[in-house]
């Protein structure tokens, strides 16, 4: 029986480090369509056409990408300790208790650690936005997938500490809900800890098409995809951004609630040489494979 988390209600954004803020905003502008909403001395936040103050934060550090923090949504200020309560009984680390948030966005946040060190911060009350009526800007974050090199106790520890459920187990991958999208976060098994990819909600499956060729366009191909997923059941196409960032256009992810019944790994094999539902797709690129192990979390 799966179920949504009594402590967080979404995943909201995604903040990263890069080298270049410049190259940074002309292309997740120009090319992939979000918007500047704020802007620091060294940090950049992008919003999508949907409420959430931002999508993606950049913040500006030398060398190779890496991952700061997951950010989601709690249901309540209270959330916040309790999660907190959570991750230290679940063997994490609080990086940084309940306070009010000094950047843009605000609220009050809780920031967390699991014992391999990949980062969530929580945060309950902050700044909402008027949505915006844009046919290929992406809505809001679909998913974000994490490398996981013990992808079990990852599971545990999300289902412990931030009352995640898991909606379904392949060979490869867990997928762990906490309303009602098939999947806001899942874990890779490999024998990393990497940020696997960025998924972004697109409005219709016209609209992922329509990014593939801008992309294509952009010269930036798609290195998996056209195709549709078998968990999730959301058409996608995946590209490697700017500082080998893998970010993915996605649509009609698959709307769940208790009824569902968690699949297996059995539940979910392909034919020999297919690699996604419709059976169009190629495999994912050698080069994806590489960049999608790519992006660790700061330390």
Known sequence: ????????????????????????????????????????????????????????????????????????????????????QRTAAAGGHVLSPTAPLNEPGGGHSVTLADPDGRVFRLVYDDEQLEAIDAPDMPMRLAHVVLNSSHVEDTRKFMETALDFSMSDRTRIMAFMRCNNDHHSVALGDTDNNALNHIAFLMPDIDAVMRGGGRMQEAGFPIEWGPGRHGPGDNAFNYFIGPFDVVIEYTAEVEQIDDSYQTGQPSDWTWPPGRFDQWGISPPPSARLKEAQRAVVFVR
């Open 1 to 84: 029986m799966t179920h949504a988390s009594s402590l967080v209600s979404a995943l909201r954004s995604v903040a990263l480090t890069v080298p270049d803020l410049t190259l940074a905003e002309e292309f997740f502008t120009r090319t992939w369509h979000l918007l500047v909403v704020a802007r620091t001395e060294k940090a950049l936040y992008f919003r999508g056409a949907g409420s959430d103050h931002h999508l993606l934060a950049l913040h500006h550090a030398p060398g190779a990408a890496q991952i700061l923090h997951i950010t989601l949504r709690a249901r309540s200020l209270d959330a916040l300790a309790l999660a907190a």
